[in-house]
C-alpha cells in the first residue's frame, strides 16, 4: 500500500484545514485508515482513526469534536477536517493504514503496517 498525504500548510489560530491520504496498490475499503502527528521534539501521537467501510470512528481526546476523519472508498481517500485549530496542533501530520486492527489497538502506531510520508501544520497565534 502506497500512501499520500497532503493538504498541510500555514493557518491561524481558529482556522481551518483539510488534509488529504490517497492510497493506492490494495484494495482500500478492507484498510483501517489513521491520522497520527508528531510535533517538534515529541513523541507521535495518534490523532482519529476510521476502520473500513465507515464502521466507526475514533478520536483523541484533544482534538475530539474539533477534527472529523472520513473516508471516500470511491476515490481511495481518507481525509482530516480540522476546525478550531490551535498552536498545539502545530506538527507533521502522517496518515497511516492497517489491514487488521481491532478496536482497543486503533490508537497504537504499531498496529499500522502502512505509512505515508507527514505534511506540515503550522497554526499560528
Known amino acids: 500500500v502506497q500512501l499520500q498525504a497532503s493538504g498541510g500548510g500555514l ?6 484545514l483539510r488534509l488529504s491520504c490517497a492510497a493506492s496498490g490494495r484494495t482500500f475499503n478492507s484498510l483501517t485508515m489513521a491520522w497520527f502527528r508528531q510535533a517538534p521534539e515529541k513523541e507521535r501521537e495518534f490523532v482519529a482513526a476510521i476502520k473500513w467501510g465507515g464502521g466507526g470512528t475514533f478520536y483523541s481526546d ?3 469534536g474539533r477534527f472529523t476523519i ?7 481517500t481518507v481525509y482530516l477536517h480540522m476546525n478550531s485549530l490551535q498552536p498545539e496542533d502545530t506538527a507533521v501530520y502522517s496518515c497511516a493504514a492497517s489491514s487488521s486492527v481491532i478496536n482497543s489497538a486503533v490508537r497504537m502506531s504499531d498496529m499500522y503496517g502502512y505509512w ?5 501544520v503550522t497554526v499560528s497565534s
Not at 472520513?70 to 481511495?76: F, G, I, L, P, V
Open 11 to 16: 493557518v491561524q489560530a481558529g482556522g481551518s
Open 62 to 64: 484533544s482534538v475530539k
Open 70 to 76: 472520513s473516508r471516500d472508498n470511491a476515490k481511495n
Open 116 to 120: 505515508g510520508q507527514g505534511t506540515l
